[in-house]
């Protein structure tokens, strides 16, 4: 019996070891690569990919054909990185987070390849993603901030600066006028929540601080907070607050009026420009859990969330063992139960952050669950 099955087991295959598995990997990626060129350099290629990517329903194949045309967006010209582009500009309202995601990229990458010889392009794509979703319902309008931000990111980091001036230029037209409907000025503000205050120049950044100025004394909660959201991050920069902000800040009302995200985005700015030392003590004390609580509530505002994961970070900054993984757990559990997707990219990649303070039966534990998670999840 001992002998069979010492004889079954020598005729067994062996595993493949690390460097031959990136080794099959990438010759998968240059076989995948090759076939995909043949395909474009067919007569009227472009017309039949954009058609077979039209019709697909495996989101699976839609992120692998997103992620070949991003990728050889360079490698074509400008008309047909036009074609690509409206194309693809129809799934930035995709039901599939995951799909919605990468096409934002795509969007911009193809835009910092147009944008060299047609500035045009770019104010109709902006101007297209902003006020072409009159007849999406609102769910779908609130993608359009995280849309917009993730093709202003891909933009700047992608394309030379000269560009990436011009992107600016058009996209800062849009805060001359703060008479956009309320949603519209919401996403606005998040395009721009990735791009430093020293990209743009004195008088853009005069159009912004005045279009923000409008809202940060205004009743909508989900304005004031990103408004007070891109000043603390403007100020951490390095950046010189305007004496009539600074003015504001000081007589900026009770704590108890305001939730815990926006007290905490104006005390840490008042500390910055110094008119304060120790506004912070309001949420050092805070009951983290009440924290734990607010970030899986559904209906909670997703700046709220992002928020409050800034509070927890430093809340947990070198806590002892037991409480890391207190907190990686909670990051654990928002990957598992949010949809809002900047939660999700936020608190992956604290979660990512904080792994290497687990104990090695603590990741573990970590990875199964993600794992489990993942097979649950359809993007």
Not at 118 to 136: D, P, T, V, Y
């Amino acid at each position: 019996m001992t002998i069979e099955k010492r004889r079954n087991d020598s005729l067994a295959p062996e595993l493949m070891g690390d460097h031959e598995i990136a080794r099959n990997f990438r010759a998968l990626r240059l076989s995948a690569s090759q076939r995909f060129l043949r395909e474009l350099n067919q007569e009227k290629g472009i017309l039949a990919l954009m058609e077979q990517l039209q019709a697909e329903t495996d989101w699976r194949e839609i992120r692998a054909h997103l992620t070949m045309l991003k990728e050889y967006s360079r490698s074509l010209n400008i008309e047909e990185n036009k074609v690509i582009l409206y194309q693809v500009f129809s799934m930035l309202f995709d039901d599939n987070g995951a799909i919605r995601r990468q096409a934002a990229q795509a969007v911009g990458e193809l835009l910092s390849v147009c944008i060299r010889e047609e500035e045009a392009i770019c104010k109709e794509m902006i101007h297209r993603i902003l006020f072409l979703s009159g007849k999406k319902t609102e769910r779908k309008k609130r993608w359009i901030g995280s849309d917009l931000r993730l093709v202003m990111r891909t933009v700047s980091r992608r394309t030379k600066e000269e560009n990436c001036r011009r992107m600016l230029s058009v996209y800062c037209s849009y805060f001359k006028s703060a008479l956009w409907d309320e949603l519209t000025c919401l996403n606005l503000l998040e395009g721009i929540m990735d791009i430093s205050w020293k990209s743009w120049t004195v008088m853009e950044r005069g159009y912004i601080c005045d279009f923000m100025r409008a809202f940060m004394k205004g009743e909508n909660e989900e304005l004031r907070i990103m408004c007070f959201w891109i000043l603390d991050r403007w100020l951490s920069q390095g950046w010189h607050c305007p004496d009539d902000i600074r003015t504001y800040l000081e007589g900026v009302g009770t704590w108890e009026d305001r939730r815990i995200a926006e007290q905490y985005l104006i005390s840490r700015i008042r500390q910055v420009i110094g008119l304060t030392e120790d506004d912070r003590t309001f949420w050092q004390d805070y009951d983290y859990n009440d924290l734990f609580q607010e970030n899986l509530r559904s209906q909670h505002l997703w700046l709220d969330k992002i928020t409050n994961l800034d509070i927890l970070k430093e809340r947990f900054k070198g806590c002892e063992e037991k409480e890391q993984f207190i907190y990686a757990v909670h990051l654990l559990n928002m990957l598992r139960l949010n949809s809002q997707q900047e939660v999700f990219w936020r608190a992956g990649e604290d979660l990512v952050e904080i792994m290497p303070y687990l104990h090695s039966h603590q990741k573990l534990e970590i990875i199964q669950e993600i794992l489990k998670a993942i097979e649950l999840r359809d993007d």
